[in-house]
Nanobody, 124 residues
Framework: QVQLVESGGRLVRAGGSLRLSCAAS????????MGWFRQAPGKEREFVVA????????YYADSVKGRFTISRDNAKNTVYLQMNSLKPEDTAVYYC?????????????????WGQGTQVTVSS
């Protein structure tokens, strides 16, 4: 059974940093495309960052480029999202996801497995 468990979300002030973790079980994160998505209240879930299964290329949403970094620890089967220079508009539930798809890593529809999400709140 595949499980993705996110952690690390909390309340933080604008300009601060957080590191989210996504612990995977039932699959190996390095053989899957892995992504982070987020959903703010009243808005649709949106792409944040992903590692392509096909090439390992990393893709970032323009809104987080230069501030967020995705990484993974294969030994721990865990993917991380380092978030720096946080802004109030980064407030959302952040979801980790995994895909077996070799196509676009930024498409929400490509992802087979999802975590339960972790809340990030950035105060101004």
């Amino acid at each position: 059974q595949v499980q993705l468990v996110e952690s690390g979300g909390r309340l933080v002030r604008a300009g601060g940093s957080l590191r989210l973790s996504c612990a995977a079980s039932g699959l190996t994160s390095w053989t899957h495309g892995m992504g982070w998505f987020r959903q703010a209240p009243g808005k649709e879930r949106e792409f944040v960052v992903a590692i392509s299964r096909r090439s390992g290329t990393i893709y970032y949403a323009d809104s987080v480029k230069g501030r967020f970094t995705i990484s993974r620890d294969n030994a721990k089967n865990t993917v991380y999202l380092q978030m720096n220079s946080l802004k109030p508009e980064d407030t959302a539930v952040y979801y980790c996801a995994a895909t077996t798809d070799y196509g676009s890593a930024v498409r929400i529809q490509a992802y087979n497995y999802w975590g339960q999400g972790t809340q990030v709140t950035v105060s101004s």
